[in-house]
């Protein structure tokens, strides 16, 4: 499976963006999808997780109640919906895919948990 993150941009802290997470392969609906994020100088952190069903979801304490991962099987997507924006969230954003297939519980927060790593989209969020 081949990954596609794009929706970044500028915006003002409080407003919002839209992220999606594109896949090419039939196998994409079989796969958990994890959100990470990497800001100039750190390391590469969770955001958000989303079982292969969408059923089950999982976020990192700094997003919770703002961000809102989802998924449209039928379309090959994975949308990360981030409200209340603020100047810490700021950096590039990646979609990556669990290795384990049909995983019954959310993929978990370490990077090794995934495969099959999207390009980034960056997210710039100004005071």
């Known amino acids: 499976v081949q990954l596609q993150a794009s929706g970044g941009g500028l915006v003002q802290a409080g407003g919002s963006l839209r992220l999606s997470c594109a896949a090419s392969g039939r196998t994409f609906s079989s796969y958990g999808i994890g959100w990470f994020r990497q800001a100039p100088g750190k390391e590469r952190e969770f955001v958000a997780a989303?079982?292969?069903?969408?059923?089950?979801?999982s976020y990192a304490d700094s997003v919770k109640g703002r961000f809102t991962i989802s998924r449209d099987n039928a379309k090959n997507t994975v949308f990360l919906q981030m409200n209340s924006l603020k100047p810490e969230d700021t950096a590039v954003y990646y979609c990556a895919a669990d290795r384990v297939r049909y995983r019954r519980i959310v993929p978990g927060t370490s990077l090794n948990e995934y495969d099959y790593w999207g390009q980034g989209t960056l997210v710039t969020v100004s005071s």
């Open positions: 989303i079982t292969w069903s969408g059923a089950s979801t």
